[in-house]
């Protein structure tokens, strides 16, 4: 960022303009430090009012990055199946409610935009869940209804692998897209005023899902796949849709989805891991893998997400645009984006490459908000 002001100003939007980002794995790295289990364990000795080194995310680093709301991902892995997954999926609704009620003075539990305004207004972080794969319902519309009513606000249809109704980006296609099922469960999001969140799911998917959902759709972490052609990058012909669907596309900041020469490192990690019979679709096993793997990693930075951001732009158009950092969810992040408090260095960045105020503002949060605001309107009328 260069000295002519541009982070004062970026301070001040912020101070003014909710900031908004789609996807924070805090939760499950939380849970990891429990050992796998909920919350009622060695993480409840974590003081997240205090620095804490190995996390991307913490309440020091959440207000020094100007954050008014953040979507908390509840996420599952895909080795949980049925009944063990929705096991799962609420122990992590549980842990976000935990920390709401831990830190009161600096987080809030919201599930509107009205309420997610409120919360920034009265100097909280507003904090709404997002559900990361579709097999946490366990093909059960009933449990789909059950997480909406605890205050689950969007849910990807997929992780890494298909679900037996949406196929992945990362998996071997089943559905050609989605399944009959799978349209269902789009159209009962609708209903409810649930987010259908596109980030992870095949490209099929994503066509089929646009095609029939009513309501605006968002990607909550991902990028462009004409700028780093990675599986889990959006096409552009799919962000055309998007833009025609009133949705948002929450670029992301994970290093293989934002850098080409990251993408082709990570392809050649695919490759290498398929060689040795594991699996890269596994979270665990590729961190284990990449842990002896020699090949050096190509640094990532912050000018990459700027690249991903003004092509989404062209493309989308300006209403469309939010940020998704996936923080806490991937080890290695660009340099100037190390975590959660390099917010305002991105706005900065933008300003510097003349961006407007009003831009930034809408990047920032305003696209978030009013996507929000117009699922919950969509299901009103749905619902009569």
């Given amino acids: ?39 009622l364990a060695d993480w409840a000795g974590v003081d997240l009012t205090q620095r804490v080194s190995d996390l991307h995310t913490d309440l020091v680093k959440l207000r020094a990055g100007r954050l008014g709301l953040q979507f908390w991902s509840v996420y599952v892995p895909c080795q949980y199946t049925g009944h063990s997954a929705v096991t799962a999926v609420l122990e992590q609704i549980e842990l976000v409610y935990e920390l709401a009620t831990r830190y009161p003075e600096h987080l809030a539990m919201a599930t509107t935009a009205d309420e997610a305004e409120a919360a920034f207004a009265n100097g909280r972080i507003a904090s709404l869940l997002g559900a990361e794969g579709g097999h946490a319902i366990a093909e059960s519309l009933g449990v ?5 009513r605890l205050g689950v606000r969007y849910m990807t249809l997929t992780h890494n692998l298909n679900t037996p109704w949406a196929d992945s980006a990362t998996d071997e296609p089943v559905s050609a897209g989605l399944s009959e099922f799978g349209h269902e469960v789009v159209r009962e ?26 309501a605006p759709v968002i990607f909550s972490h991902s990028s462009c796949r004409a700028v780093a052609d990675h599986p889990r990058n959006v096409p552009d012909d799919v962000l055309a849709k998007l ?19 990251y993408a082709e490192w990570d392809g050649r990690l695919r490759e290498a891991m398929h060689a040795a019979g594991a699996d890269h679709r596994d979270i665990a096993q590729r961190e284990r893998f990449t842990a002896t793997w020699t090949e050096p990693k190509p640094e990532v930075t912050i000018a990459d997400v700027v690249a991903h951001l003004e092509h989404a732009r062209e493309v989308l158009g300006i209403d469309h645009l939010g940020l998704g950092g996936d923080y806490d969810g991937v080890g290695v992040l660009p340099v100037g984006l190390e975590d959660v408090s390099c917010y305002p260095r991105l706005i900065g960045e933008l300003l510097d490459r003349g961006w407007s105020e009003q831009d930034c503002a809408k ?10 605001r117009d699922a919950e309107a969509v299901a009103r009328k749905l619902r009569g």
């Fill in 363 to 372: 990047l920032a949060g305003a696209n978030t908000l009013r996507v929000l």
């Fill in 243 to 261: 833009a025609t669907n009133g949705g948002v596309c929450m670029v992301t900041f994970v290093p293989a989805f934002v850098s080409p020469a």
């Fill in 189 to 214: 999001m609708n209903r409810l005023g649930m987010l259908v969140d596109l980030s992870h799911v095949a490209p099929t998917t994503m066509r089929d899902a646009l095609a029939t959902s009513q």
């Fill in 144 to 148: 789909l209804r059950a997480l909406h």
């Fill in 1 to 39: 960022m260069s000295p002519n002001g541009s982070a004062a100003r970026a301070e001040a939007l912020l101070e003014l303009h909710q900031l908004a980002d789609g996807h924070n794995d805090l939760p499950w790295a939380l849970r990891e430090r429990a050992g796998g289990v909920g919350w």
